[in-house]
Protein backbone atom coordinates (compact mmCIF):
# COMPACT_ATOMS: atom_id res chain seq x y z
CA UNK A 1 0.00 0.00 0.00
CA UNK A 2 1.42 3.91 -0.50
CA UNK A 3 0.30 7.38 0.61
CA UNK A 4 -3.27 7.39 2.39
CA UNK A 5 -5.62 4.33 2.26
CA UNK A 6 -9.56 4.92 3.73
CA UNK A 7 -11.57 2.16 4.62
CA UNK A 8 -14.35 1.39 4.06
CA UNK A 9 -14.86 3.39 0.89
CA UNK A 10 -18.20 3.25 1.21
CA UNK A 11 -20.57 2.86 4.09
CA UNK A 12 -24.30 3.27 4.97
CA UNK A 13 -25.94 3.04 8.51
CA UNK A 14 -28.93 3.94 10.10
CA UNK A 15 -29.30 6.31 12.91
CA UNK A 16 -28.68 4.33 15.85
CA UNK A 17 -25.95 2.26 14.62
CA UNK A 18 -21.83 2.62 15.44
CA UNK A 19 -19.35 2.12 13.31
CA UNK A 20 -15.46 3.15 12.28
CA UNK A 21 -13.85 4.77 9.56
CA UNK A 22 -10.02 4.16 9.50
CA UNK A 23 -7.19 5.76 7.35
CA UNK A 24 -3.78 4.44 7.20
CA UNK A 25 -0.64 6.45 6.08
CA UNK A 26 2.01 4.65 4.30
CA UNK A 27 4.16 7.97 3.94
CA UNK A 28 5.79 8.28 7.35
CA UNK A 29 4.29 12.04 8.32
CA UNK A 30 3.34 13.07 11.90
CA UNK A 31 0.76 14.64 11.47
CA UNK A 32 -3.38 13.31 10.08
CA UNK A 33 -6.41 14.65 10.04
CA UNK A 34 -10.21 14.56 8.95
CA UNK A 35 -12.63 16.40 6.81
CA UNK A 36 -15.80 16.57 5.90
CA UNK A 37 -16.98 17.28 2.39
CA UNK A 38 -20.67 18.00 1.76
CA UNK A 39 -22.23 18.85 -1.38
CA UNK A 40 -21.88 22.53 -2.71
CA UNK A 41 -19.70 23.34 0.63
CA UNK A 42 -15.89 23.63 1.41
CA UNK A 43 -14.18 21.10 2.91
CA UNK A 44 -14.62 21.54 6.52
CA UNK A 45 -11.45 20.41 8.89
CA UNK A 46 -12.95 18.70 11.90
CA UNK A 47 -9.64 16.70 13.42
CA UNK A 48 -6.19 17.21 13.60
CA UNK A 49 -3.50 15.11 15.17
CA UNK A 50 0.13 16.39 15.04
CA UNK A 51 2.45 13.78 17.04
CA UNK A 52 -0.59 11.33 17.91
CA UNK A 53 -1.66 14.07 20.07
CA UNK A 54 -5.06 15.99 18.92
CA UNK A 55 -4.24 19.59 18.91
CA UNK A 56 -7.30 21.24 16.95
CA UNK A 57 -11.26 20.07 17.15
CA UNK A 58 -13.15 22.44 15.44
CA UNK A 59 -16.44 22.36 17.68
CA UNK A 60 -17.80 19.06 15.96
CA UNK A 61 -20.57 16.99 17.69
CA UNK A 62 -19.81 14.62 20.10
CA UNK A 63 -21.20 11.45 17.88
CA UNK A 64 -17.78 11.97 16.05
CA UNK A 65 -15.00 10.72 18.24
CA UNK A 66 -11.33 10.34 16.98
CA UNK A 67 -8.72 7.88 17.43
CA UNK A 68 -5.19 8.17 16.82
CA UNK A 69 -3.06 5.08 18.13
CA UNK A 70 0.30 6.54 16.34
CA UNK A 71 1.32 8.25 13.75
CA UNK A 72 0.39 5.82 10.77
CA UNK A 73 -3.15 5.32 11.96
CA UNK A 74 -6.13 7.21 12.19
CA UNK A 75 -9.98 6.65 13.10
CA UNK A 76 -13.33 8.03 13.53
CA UNK A 77 -15.98 6.51 15.62
CA UNK A 78 -19.37 7.03 14.83
CA UNK A 79 -22.60 7.33 16.71
CA UNK A 80 -26.11 8.31 16.65
CA UNK A 81 -25.25 9.76 13.57
CA UNK A 82 -28.34 11.98 11.93
CA UNK A 83 -28.27 12.34 8.01
CA UNK A 84 -27.14 15.58 7.68
CA UNK A 85 -24.36 13.95 8.65
CA UNK A 86 -23.68 12.00 5.16
CA UNK A 87 -21.04 13.07 3.54
CA UNK A 88 -17.72 12.14 1.43
CA UNK A 89 -14.86 12.09 5.09
CA UNK A 90 -11.41 12.65 3.53
CA UNK A 91 -8.31 11.51 5.66
CA UNK A 92 -5.43 13.61 4.97
CA UNK A 93 -1.09 13.38 6.53
CA UNK A 94 1.46 15.91 6.50
CA UNK A 95 4.76 16.29 7.81
CA UNK A 96 4.54 19.01 10.16
CA UNK A 97 8.14 20.96 9.34
CA UNK A 98 9.38 24.20 10.58
CA UNK A 99 8.42 25.49 7.68
CA UNK A 100 5.29 26.83 6.80
CA UNK A 101 4.24 24.83 3.28
CA UNK A 102 3.57 20.98 4.05
CA UNK A 103 1.40 19.67 1.62
CA UNK A 104 -1.28 17.35 2.73
CA UNK A 105 -1.90 14.04 0.72
CA UNK A 106 -5.52 12.44 0.85
CA UNK A 107 -6.79 9.52 0.76
CA UNK A 108 -9.72 8.26 -1.59
CA UNK A 109 -12.22 9.30 1.04
CA UNK A 110 -15.25 7.17 2.47
CA UNK A 111 -18.66 7.67 1.29
CA UNK A 112 -21.22 8.17 4.47
CA UNK A 113 -25.06 7.79 4.09
CA UNK A 114 -26.94 8.09 6.83
CA UNK A 115 -30.25 6.83 6.84
CA UNK B 1 -16.72 36.06 5.99
CA UNK B 2 -15.36 33.25 4.97
CA UNK B 3 -12.11 31.96 5.04
CA UNK B 4 -11.63 31.44 1.72
CA UNK B 5 -13.74 32.28 -1.20
CA UNK B 6 -14.28 30.73 -5.02
CA UNK B 7 -16.14 31.68 -7.76
CA UNK B 8 -18.31 28.37 -7.95
CA UNK B 9 -18.50 28.49 -11.87
CA UNK B 10 -18.57 26.37 -14.03
CA UNK B 11 -15.79 28.27 -15.65
CA UNK B 12 -15.78 27.03 -19.66
CA UNK B 13 -13.29 27.26 -21.94
CA UNK B 14 -12.44 26.10 -25.44
CA UNK B 15 -9.66 23.54 -25.98
CA UNK B 16 -5.90 25.01 -25.72
CA UNK B 17 -7.05 28.82 -24.20
CA UNK B 18 -6.35 30.12 -20.53
CA UNK B 19 -8.27 28.80 -17.80
CA UNK B 20 -7.92 31.90 -15.37
CA UNK B 21 -9.32 30.99 -11.57
CA UNK B 22 -9.16 33.13 -8.22
CA UNK B 23 -9.52 32.98 -4.67
CA UNK B 24 -9.42 35.77 -1.79
CA UNK B 25 -8.91 35.23 1.75
CA UNK B 26 -9.36 36.60 4.67
CA UNK B 27 -6.68 36.68 7.15
CA UNK B 28 -3.89 38.58 6.64
CA UNK B 29 -1.38 36.33 8.61
CA UNK B 30 -2.45 33.30 6.55
CA UNK B 31 1.25 31.76 5.57
CA UNK B 32 0.99 30.08 2.11
CA UNK B 33 -1.36 29.18 -0.41
CA UNK B 34 -2.46 25.51 -2.40
CA UNK B 35 -4.29 25.14 -5.11
CA UNK B 36 -5.98 21.17 -5.40
CA UNK B 37 -7.74 19.53 -7.82
CA UNK B 38 -10.70 17.29 -7.32
CA UNK B 39 -11.97 15.52 -10.12
CA UNK B 40 -15.54 14.21 -9.63
CA UNK B 41 -15.62 11.00 -6.94
CA UNK B 42 -12.15 11.30 -5.98
CA UNK B 43 -9.94 13.42 -3.24
CA UNK B 44 -7.94 16.51 -3.71
CA UNK B 45 -4.51 16.50 -5.38
CA UNK B 46 -2.24 18.73 -5.03
CA UNK B 47 -1.74 21.31 -7.84
CA UNK B 48 0.81 23.74 -6.93
CA UNK B 49 1.62 25.70 -3.74
CA UNK B 50 2.96 29.12 -2.96
CA UNK B 51 4.00 31.47 -0.31
CA UNK B 52 6.06 34.09 -1.72
CA UNK B 53 4.24 37.42 -3.69
CA UNK B 54 4.28 37.15 -6.99
CA UNK B 55 3.99 34.08 -9.44
CA UNK B 56 5.38 30.44 -9.55
CA UNK B 57 5.74 28.52 -12.66
CA UNK B 58 5.27 24.94 -12.45
CA UNK B 59 4.64 23.67 -16.34
CA UNK B 60 1.20 24.73 -17.47
CA UNK B 61 0.63 26.49 -14.56
CA UNK B 62 1.22 29.11 -12.67
CA UNK B 63 0.27 30.62 -9.37
CA UNK B 64 0.13 33.83 -8.63
CA UNK B 65 0.26 35.30 -5.04
CA UNK B 66 -0.54 39.20 -4.13
CA UNK B 67 -0.73 39.40 -0.19
CA UNK B 68 -1.49 43.07 -0.01
CA UNK B 69 -4.88 42.23 -2.33
CA UNK B 70 -5.31 39.01 -0.10
CA UNK B 71 -6.00 37.17 -3.80
CA UNK B 72 -4.75 34.11 -5.22
CA UNK B 73 -5.01 33.15 -8.66
CA UNK B 74 -4.78 29.65 -11.11
CA UNK B 75 -3.74 30.01 -14.43
CA UNK B 76 -3.90 27.05 -16.59
CA UNK B 77 -2.50 27.55 -20.30
CA UNK B 78 -3.02 25.65 -22.77
CA UNK B 79 -5.82 23.97 -21.64
CA UNK B 80 -7.11 20.54 -22.16
CA UNK B 81 -10.49 18.35 -21.66
CA UNK B 82 -8.21 16.48 -18.83
CA UNK B 83 -8.18 19.55 -16.89
CA UNK B 84 -12.09 19.77 -16.29
CA UNK B 85 -12.10 19.34 -12.52
CA UNK B 86 -12.91 21.27 -9.28
CA UNK B 87 -9.83 23.56 -8.42
CA UNK B 88 -9.74 23.75 -4.61
CA UNK B 89 -8.15 26.92 -3.21
CA UNK B 90 -6.77 26.07 0.47
CA UNK B 91 -5.25 28.60 2.89
CA UNK B 92 -2.01 27.43 5.65
CA UNK B 93 -3.35 29.15 8.58
CA UNK B 94 -1.47 27.17 10.95
CA UNK B 95 1.33 28.44 13.10
CA UNK B 96 2.41 25.51 15.43
CA UNK B 97 0.79 22.95 13.01
CA UNK B 98 -1.16 23.08 9.90
CA UNK B 99 -4.62 24.51 9.49
CA UNK B 100 -6.17 24.60 6.28
CA UNK B 101 -9.17 26.23 5.06
CA UNK B 102 -10.59 25.58 2.25
CA UNK B 103 -12.52 27.29 -0.07
CA UNK B 104 -15.71 26.00 -2.10
CA UNK B 105 -13.92 25.57 -5.35
CA UNK B 106 -14.19 26.77 -9.12
CA UNK B 107 -15.46 23.54 -11.69
CA UNK B 108 -14.05 24.00 -14.48
CA UNK B 109 -14.97 23.06 -18.06
CA UNK B 110 -12.69 22.47 -21.02
CA UNK B 111 -14.47 22.19 -23.94
CA UNK B 112 -12.49 19.98 -26.81
Known amino acids: ETGVTQTPRHLVMGMTNKKSLKCEQH?????MYWYKQSAKKPLELMFV???????ENNSVPSRFSPECPNSSHLFLHLHTLQPEDSALYLC??????????????FGPGTRLTVL | QKEVEQNSGPLSVPEGAIASLNCTYSDRGSQSFFWYRQYSGKSPELIMFIYSNGDKEDGRFTAQLNKASQYVSLLIRDSQPSDSATYLC????????????FGSGTKLNVKP
Open chain 2, 90 to 101: AVNKGYNFNKFY
Open chain 1, 27 to 31: LGHNA
Open chain 1, 92 to 105: ASSQETSGDYNEQF
Open chain 1, 49 to 55: YSLEERV
